[in-house]
């Protein structure tokens, strides 16, 4: 398996636009979970889902940020309309219930 | 809520010593717990997971243990190497309402010295 794929690995864009970070799990896994992680605040759960299903969003910061997963292979975070302090690394991870959890190498997103 | 802590934050040693990382957390019902290293500008890697029923798990140079009574856990590198060098996450995935999420400590930054 090449593990999570995560899309872009790099995103810069202005202030009011709309970002569409993309996350391939790795197949049979149950769990997907998006991260934010920034200097000050560390790794940050933002959603995640079990069975296509979103369990706990309650780290979304605000209703900008909305994710969705249509199917077993692939989740969507959408940031809209962007800011400047949404700039940071945004993680992607999957596993199976008491297996570890294996991260995608993450979108660089800066906001200008 | 759970809230993890890691101790030390930075860490600086010369090649060949042994050292420790620590990480506590607040809710010991937990599921299990996870150590991860990231290079910089890169994902995190798995390194050892121990379930809440297990004491300790080892690989190679790695040798993680859990306390789930404390809220402790440490992971003991052996012989370290300047290969080593990276940050140290921990991470606990909660076992109650729902929150299967990891929440993670703001990590150990790591600098083995040739």
């Known amino acids: 398996d090449a593990g999570v794929i995560q899309s872009p690995r790099h995103e810069v864009t202005e202030m009011g636009q709309e970002v569409t970070l993309r996350c391939k799990p790795i197949s049979g896994h149950d769990y997907l979970f998006w991260y934010r992680q920034t200097m000050m605040r560390g790794l940050e759960l933002l959603i995640y889902?079990?069975?296509?299903?979103?369990?706990?969003d309650s780290g979304m910061p605000e209703d900008r940020f909305s994710a969705k997963m249509p199917n077993a292979s692939f989740s969507n975070l959408k940031i809209q309309p962007s800011e400047p302090r949404d700039s940071a690394v945004y993680f992607c991870?999957?596993?199976?219930?008491?297996?570890?959890?294996?991260f995608g190498q993450g979108t660089r997103l800066t906001v200008v | 809520k759970q809230e993890v802590t890691q101790i030390p934050a930075a860490l600086s040693v010369p090649e060949g010593e042994n050292l420790v990382l620590n990480c506590s957390f607040t809710?010991?019902?937990?599921?299990?717990l996870q150590w991860f290293r990231q290079d910089p500008g890169k994902g995190l890697t798995s390194l050892l997971l121990i379930q809440s029923s297990q004491r300790e798990q080892t690989s190679g140079r790695l040798n993680a243990s859990l306390d789930k009574s404390s809220g402790r856990s440490t992971l003991y590198i052996a012989a370290s190497q300047p290969g080593d060098s990276a940050t140290y996450l921990c991470a606990v995935r909660d076992s109650g309402g729902g929150a299967d999420g990891l929440t993670f400590g703001k990590g150990t930054h790591l600098i083995i010295q040739p």
């Open positions: 889902f079990n069975n296509n299903v979103p369990i706990d």
């Open positions: 809710d010991s019902a937990i599921y299990n």
């Open positions: 991870a999957s596993a199976r219930r008491f297996h570890p959890a294996f």
